[in-house]
């Protein structure tokens, strides 16, 4: 099992602008775990307290170090709908998917950064009847139904492009590949007609997305005064 990490990038700025942040993980770091669980309709974090993940915030490869936050990564997912369409590479089932995800602090349980959306896609590769070993879940704000939303609520990060309590605005979108799906009977899951799992079953997850979050007109203020000090200080 590789060792999972989140990488968050902002980019810092005086404006009232959104500041752009970029997530990702890879792999769970505990070894005897999956990332992902589900059953029926249902989709969510494979082990309650044993999903780890180091969280990285850097302000997009700018002059800050690197902070690095220890998390649980929580997940809560509901399929609905259902069509499959006849691909090159055998059955592609698509399914609507809507839920929450979390990152949260592992010495309080405290939530460091939330994420909710709505009418996003799961599609998974396969045959008639039964999963294959791989799927995809994805989001984005540019589609027409689809929504993302995400909170920073760890300490006030303006360097990072982080402000607390602030809700992403702009553009935002979130993707998680599933690999190595399986269920008891082996790699894959079977289906019932209308789509949905008839075992339960587990995955290794990774993620990535983009937030975009713009500071509170007070903050503003304080990043131009901060500003204006560094500047007299200079001369």
Not at 30 to 58: E, K
Request: aromatic content about 10%; proline content about 4%; glycine content about 12%.
């Amino acid at each position: 099992m590789s060792r999972q990490t989140i990488t968050l990038a902002a980019l810092a700025g005086m404006s009232a602008c959104a500041h752009a942040s970029l997530v990702s993980f890879a792999s769970d770091r505990d070894s005897g775990s999956y990332t992902f669980t589900g059953s029926g309709r249902q989709i969510h974090d494979a082990a309650d307290q044993l999903d780890p993940l180091l969280l990285l915030v850097d302000d997009d490869n700018g002059p800050l170090q690197t902070l690095v936050f220890e998390t649980e990564f929580d997940a809560d997912f509901l399929i609905s709908g259902y069509q499959s369409v006849n691909v090159g590479g055998g059955v592609l089932h698509v399914y609507n998917i809507s839920g929450s995800f979390a990152f949260l602090d592992r010495n309080t349980g405290a939530p460091l950064m939330t994420a909710s959306f709505t009418e996003g896609s799961l599609t998974v590769l396969g045959t008639q009847g039964a999963w294959a070993s791989t799927a995809t879940i994805q989001v984005g704000d540019g589609a027409p139904n689809a929504s993302i939303a995400y909170t920073w609520l760890g300490q006030n990060l303006p360097g990072y492009g982080l402000f607390t309590g602030q809700e992403s605005v702009g553009l935002d979108d979130a993707a998680f590949t599933l690999t190595f799906l399986q269920s008891a009977q082996g790699f894959g899951v079977p289906i019932d007609q209308s789509g949905l799992p008839l075992d339960t079953w587990l995955s290794e997850g990774s993620f990535s997305g983009s937030a975009f979050f713009a500071p509170a007109p007070s903050s503003v203020a304080l990043l131009a005064l901060g500003g204006l000090v560094a500047n007299r200080r200079k001369r």
